[in-house]
């Protein structure tokens, strides 16, 4: 790192491998945001990088649904079957509303699948994207930030879960009553007396704010340090840079560089379907509390 | 803002390592608890199996979050911006 001048400090790479891509809606140039919470910037990347992922991942279902047999199945067809089987039992085991099911189960089947497959982008190279954008993205006018993993954005994670938080207060609704579910929120966990009612109110609002909260930053913090240490496991890589001399440390970085990075990816394998699949059942779990009436 | 940086640098290292025991009791606790009940119940693995794995990704997440948090505070740290 020494001998070339130009190249960023650890601190300096990590800082900008952090950095979205952002734009100001309002004006649809780059920007770059300055508060906590700021409705008018997008993050381009995670955008971009979810809808694609998304696009493909309806393509590749959509193939399945097509050229299904009933007949003996091919390898693909029986991939796709075991998996809608898995989340639909999976259902069957938390939701017992018939109708419910036939929304939430393909509901549920996205969430895992859809994750999972942006939790994949964390498997690709760190430097793979961002590199290729540094030569592309200045050219076409945009600013050199590219992050590729757009589950290691809160604004992602917090909407998926906002998200079921909405299916969430719309099956209260709909299974209980608007008067039903109205009551509940006053009369839930404490008992149905008037001096209690402020208490139960407050105790539902912390249940529903710590429930779409947490199952955000689950996902969130698990994505965020993943792709952290993959950054500075590349670090450790940048270090060696073809030194080849086995006398100076920058060599055993590199050693330690793919001794970790295999280490790392193999366990982050467990980690991304672990964490898809986690949210695919608690998306249940909570729309399963849904239809509970106390 | 030497005062700080000692001070971040400390606290990276309490939230990593009390996160790190934290989990560690936890998912030793629960993984002896299904090895238990899987030597009475061997039948009962398969379902047990998922809802450990549930359980395991459930206590792993309150760490991560945590390593992430320390991470960003070494590299990015915002309380030596202002």
């Given at each position: 790192m ?23 809606i ?5 920007t770059?945001?300055t508060?906590?919470?700021?409705f008018?910037?997008v993050?381009v ?9 998304g696009?493909?991942?309806c ?13 003996v199945?091919?390898?693909f ?5 075991l998996?809608?089987?898995?989340v ?8 017992h509303?018939a ?13 895992l ?7 994949f ?6 430097d ?9 993205g200045?050219?076409?006018g945009?600013k ?6 757009p589950t290691?954005?809160l604004?992602?994670?917090l ?9 969430c207060?719309?099956?209260n609704?709909?299974?209980k009553?608007?008067?039903g ?19 139960n109110?407050?105790m539902?609002?912390?249940?529903f704010?710590?429930k ?5 930053m ?7 340090a ?25 060599f055993?970085l ?19 379907t ?16 849904a239809h509970?009436?106390? | 803002?030497e ?5 971040v640098a400390l ?6 390592g009390?996160?790190a025991?934290?989990?560690s009791?936890?998912?030793?606790l ?9 030597a ?26 945590g390593?992430?948090?320390a991470?960003?505070?070494?590299f990015?740290?915002p309380?030596?911006?202002?």
């Amino acid at each position: 790192m020494a001998a070339e001048t130009s190249g960023p400090t650890a601190g300096e790479y990590i800082r900008h491998h952090l950095q979205h891509l952002q734009m100001d809606i309002t004006t649809f140039e780059g920007t770059k945001q300055t508060a906590i919470v700021d409705f008018t910037v997008v993050n381009v990347d995670s955008i971009f990088w979810s809808t694609l992922l998304g696009i493909i991942m309806c393509f590749v279902l959509w193939r399945a649904t097509r050229r299904a047999t009933a007949g003996v199945p091919g390898r693909f067809q029986a991939a796709v079957e075991l998996l809608v089987e898995m989340v639909e039992s999976q259902a069957k085991g938390v939701i017992h509303n018939a109708t419910s099911r036939k929304l939430v189960s393909p509901l549920a089947l996205t969430v895992l699948i859809w994750i999972f497959l942006m939790n994949f982008m964390d498997m690709i190279p760190v430097d793979l994207f961002p590199h290729i954008w540094h030569t592309a993205g200045p050219a076409m006018g945009f600013k050199d930030y590219m992050r590729v993993l757009p589950t290691a954005d809160l604004s992602t994670t917090l909407g998926l879960s906002c998200s079921v938080l909405a299916i969430c207060i719309f099956y209260n609704i709909k299974i209980k009553g608007l008067g039903g579910w109205g009551h509940e929120l006053v009369a839930a966990p404490f008992g149905d007396k008037w001096f209690l009612y402020p208490v139960n109110f407050l105790m539902q609002m912390i249940e529903f704010a710590a429930k779409t909260v947490s199952h955000g930053m689950r996902l969130f913090g698990n994505m965020f340090a993943g792709e952290l240490v993959f950054m500075l496991i590349a670090l450790m890589g940048g270090v060696w840079a073809f030194n080849l001399n086995p006398l100076s440390g920058g060599f055993w970085l590199g050693v330690g560089h793919i001794i970790a990075g295999t280490v790392w990816i193999l366990f982050h394998i467990l980690v991304i379907t672990l964490q898809a699949f986690i949210f695919m059942m608690l998306t249940l779990i909570y729309v399963g509390q849904a239809h509970d009436a106390h | 803002m030497e005062n700080v940086l000692g001070l971040v640098a400390l606290a990276c290292g309490i939230i990593v390592g009390l996160g790190a025991i934290g989990a560690s009791i936890g998912i030793a606790l629960m993984g002896g608890k299904f090895l238990e009940a899987s030597a009475r119940q061997p039948e009962l693995i398969g379902e047990l199996q998922t809802k450990m794995f549930i359980l395991a990704g459930l206590i792993d997440a309150a760490f991560l979050i945590g390593v992430a948090i320390a991470l960003l505070f070494a590299f990015a740290n915002p309380f030596t911006l202002a």
